[in-house]
């Protein structure tokens, strides 16, 4: 068999209440999603006979591995909010224990994602020598809105 580069992707969710506060809509208003994220990394196919990555790109275990650390275990069952939108960020930093993550963008799933690419594309390429890329970020905000971050 020849060489190949192949993508894999492994998809993780966590819960996470946002706003977007200068919205003509609903989406002004405090509110949760149940996201998804699909973490997709290209590499070569490992041939390493009798070893346990034989025939892999990545265990799909260390992609839900890093991707936890860095990304989902941070934002889940947080209130992801701008550092502009200061009387909420003043207000959620009074409440004693609340897991908030201020953000240096407005948090729409566009920004959540490119923020995701940023995070986890060093973490992928320097946990694996630079023989994997983080190709693509595709986070859904709902089962039929997402966006999608790519390699350039």
Not at 55 to 67: E, H, N, S, T, Y
């Amino acid at each position: 068999m020849t060489s190949s580069v192949i993508s894999i992707t492994r998809r993780l969710e966590f819960d996470s209440g946002h706003r977007i506060p200068n919205h003509g809509g609903q989406c002004r208003h405090l509110h949760g999603h149940r996201y998804a994220i699909e973490v997709t990394l290209t590499g070569d196919v490992a041939k390493n006979p009798g070893k346990a990555d034989d025939g892999m790109v990545l265990d799909f275990g260390d992609i839900k591995r890093l991707a936890n650390e860095h990304v989902v275990e941070p934002w889940d069952h947080a209130f992801l909010v701008a550092k502009e939108d200061v009387g909420l960020v003043d207000f959620l930093n009074s409440l004693p224990n609340h897991k908030t993550v201020v953000m240096d963008c407005v948090p729409t799933v566009e920004n959540l994602a490119a923020t995701a690419f940023v995070i986890l594309k060093p973490i992928f390429s320097q946990a694996f020598d630079g023989r994997l890329e983080l190709s693509c970020i595709r986070l859904y905000e709902t089962p039929n809105c997402w966006a999608d971050v790519t390699h350039s």
